[in-house]
């Protein structure tokens, strides 16, 4: 497959307005962390952004006493139609500042601008519109009767996708009333820093909101603050059982959404070049720095051979590179953490005995870079077959029968997305019925919409965030 010849088409790094400094955001004001600052870094080229002052475990006290002051005397009590208003204003904020917050998202993150620019700002801009809507039906979402908040949420967010995870979480938590104390990733601050300039842009009151960067420590101390009525994490399984057995027992409600390695599934009569670029949207979007990423690839004996060579074709023509240029396809693995367990598990791929293909894309010479690959011949026992890369390597297996694909596709700790090709109605939903998956794509991957609930089962977690069942998690509900 010839590929065309793209010259550079690089967005401008001034549009994101980086700050050499930035700090924590509480009671509605910057404030200087009393933790150790850390230094937030380009992974796409290694150079330091910008000096990120952190919280300590003072700082969350103080912002989880602010959320509680605020969700008893103002947002608390304020009548949902008026929460709506401030919602709907974080919304516009966001669509107003998209092109600054898509630049800086990208160098902080490392994935490609276009990605950033056409997903993770409108689609995070969705979810404050979504929700905003929903701030004063509460009695008719069917809930119950008189569904009131919870209080402080406490939420800890992972880098994969920073304001997009943020939006999941804070949308829903304010329209149903409650406080807000997150925790962004310690590789990807920025962009949830500028978020608090929204908030004070929209008037928020002071305490709604409250961002206390730092590392695992300041997670866990919001997690663990006898005062946060309700803890939402995203991020990995190990991180999300030790919050599990730490809470259990406690007042405090949790969700948690984690790992996953979804079954992407393709019958002899799927149409092959749509099932391509659906496994390619699949695993490869975000470096596969995705936890519902397609990453073990089930095709149907009799057409392997002939999907696998449309794949490495489609794969051949993926431009790997500077994540600011608007013609990138694969952009920077987030941190050399990250990349060296990927490498770490595609060596293991090799040594169990797989067929290792990557694409022949040239390396950049500075960045945390991984060329896109796939794994052929690949046995369930296989680590790459069970354990969650999280980066942009693909696994392919092989069944003769629906009974074996879905058996194949359940056999996973993990239960959180799946993905069905076939031309067959009565077939997907057949599997679909069968899958343990929360979400179930038919002839696409990778879709989302703020009203359709996401979630896990098993070691992929519990609990849905989006769409009205997602609003019951920050609610006392009569049930």
Known sequence: ????EYAPAPESRDVANLKPKYRPFI??????????PLKTVNPATEEVLAEVGTA???????????????????????????????VFRLARLIQERARELAVLETLDNGKPIKESRDSDIPTAAAHFFYHAGW??????????????????????????????????????????GNTVVLKPAETTPLTALVFAEICQQ?????GVVNIVPGAGDIGAA????????????????????????????????????????????????????????GIVNGIFFNQGHVCCAGSRLLVQESIAEELLDKLRARISTLRLGDPLDKNTDIGAINSPEQLAKITELVASGERDG??????????????YFFAPTVFSGVEQSMRIAREEIFGPVLSVLTFRTPDEAVAKANNTPYGL???????????????????????????????????????GYKESGFGREGGRTGLEAYLHVQG
């Open 222 to 277: 919001v997690v663990e603050h006898p005062d946060v009525d309700k803890v939402a994490f995203t991020g990995s399984t190990e991180v999300g059982k030790h919050i599990q057995r730490t809470l259990a027992g406690t007042r405090k409600r949790l969700t948690l959404e984690l790992g996953g390695k979804a079954a992407n599934i393709v019958f002899d009569d799927a149409p092959l070049d749509q099932a391509v670029e």
């Open 56 to 86: 300590s475990a003072s700082d969350v006290d103080a912002a989880v006493k602010a959320a509680r002051n605020a969700y008893e005397r103002v947002w608390g009590p304020m009548p949902g139609a008026e929460r709506a208003k401030y």
């Open 354 to 367: 797989a067929q290792r293909w990557s694409s022949p894309c040239p390396l950049p010479e500075k960045g």
């Open 1 to 4: 497959m010839s590929q065309w």
């Open 27 to 36: 009671g509605g004001e910057f404030v200087d962390g009393s933790g150790d």
């Open 417 to 455: 997305s799946a993905g069905v090709w076939t031309e067959k109605g009565s077939r997907i939903l057949w599997m679909a019925d069968r899958l343990r998956a929360g979400v179930v794509w038919a002839n696409t991957f990778n879709r989302f919409d703020p009203a359709a609930p996401f979630g």
């Open 135 to 176: 701030a004063d039906k509460l009695d008719h979402a069917g809930l119950g009767p008189d569904p009131r908040p919870l209080g402080v949420a406490g939420q800890v967010i992972p880098w994969n996708f920073p304001l997009l995870m943020l939006a999941w979480k804070v949308a829903p938590a304010l329209a149903t």
């Open 202 to 206: 929209a008037d928020l009151p002071p």
